[in-house]
């Protein structure tokens, strides 16, 4: 059983929780991620570590109330348990196999949307813990719904807001803001953007124009977290990948998100899987019970 130490309401809907789990603390790294099932008849939801403490032994993660299972995560409290939670799983962030006196040398920068801010945080964490500042982009419709403001502060080179609505920061979306940053003579040479799927789109577009390689976390498109159910079949560079074994993170350039976007929305309901399935065939990785 995995205690629930701390609770906090980040937002409209969004919930951060510490877990008491030792071993996914002692050996998580940057861009990976756990499961976790509220009770023994729940549904495993995959999440992408926010930090990791090792001295308490505790993970911390932050959802998003979409559903009926995160809803049912959302009630629990501190001292309540989570039956499982599994992890690190997933492969780690490139940035933590380089050499830190060439990251130092970088220009490196985040673009994080709404909860991608979470496992944004930890990879700037990771790199502040061994001298590597990094800048940061952090988008949101508006202020009230931004996340962890005070913790980006804390690990950001320089932290850039950018508001739809104009209410805090740069008035308009990531890219707006990440144009404007290069129009007064900022400069990358590596990005990782981790959000909701149409941001990363766009944003990949426009770092490709720029030319800035570009890495985005596609951990959001995963259902069961294990490589079973192939909801998370996507196309990167025109070969097939699954974002929990695979990834969760890939050359932004090179994934189809028109084709995740669109695949994401039919293995919704029963009729959609059936039909990727058979469109798929051979590549669809037929486990999750539908197309057994």
């Known amino acids: 059983m995995f205690e629930i130490t701390r609770k906090e309401l980040l937002g409209p809907k969004v919930y951060l929780m510490d877990i008491v789990a030792p071993r996914i603390a002692g050996k998580a790294l940057p861009g990976q991620f756990l499961i976790v099932r509220a009770d023994e008849d729940g549904e495993r939801i995959p999440l992408t570590v926010c930090d990791n403490d090792v001295e308490k032994g505790t993970v911390t993660i932050v959802f998003q109330t979409v559903g009926a299972e995160t809803y049912r995560m959302a009630t629990l409290n501190v001292g309540d348990h989570f039956a499982d939670a599994v992890g690190p799983l997933g492969n780690y962030s490139d940035l933590v196999d380089r050499p830190i006196d060439e990251l130092k040398k970088m220009h490196i920068l985040f673009i994080a949307g709404g909860v991608g801010t979470a496992p944004v945080y930890h990879q700037l964490k990771w790199l502040h813990e061994h001298g590597v500042d990094a800048d940061c982009i ?38 707006v803001a990440l144009q404007q940053l290069w ?7 590596h990005c990782v953007v981790i959000g909701p799927m149409i941001m990363m789109k766009f944003a990949a577009q426009l770092t490709k124009k720029l030319g800035i390689p570009t890495v985005a976390s596609m951990n959001t498109i995963m259902v069961d977290g294990t490589g079973m159910c192939g ?10 990948k699954f974002a929990c074994v695979d990834g969760p993170e890939f050359n932004a350039w090179e994934i189809d998100f028109d084709q995740a976007m669109q695949r994401s929305r039919l293995y919704k309901t029963e009729e959609g899987r059936l039909l990727l399935k058979e469109q798929e065939r051979e590549t669809h990785e037929g486990h999750c019970g539908v197309c057994q």
């Open 138 to 175: 952090q988008g949101a419709r508006s202020k009230d719904i931004l996340i962890l403001e005070d913790e980006m502060k804390a690990v950001c080179g320089n932290l850039y807001f950018a508001t739809d609505d104009g209410s805090y920061g740069i008035h308009g979306n990531v890219c």
């Open 183 to 189: 129009d007064e003579g900022k400069r990358y040479d």
């Open 231 to 240: 909801a998370c079949r996507l196309l990167v560079g025109g070969q097939v």
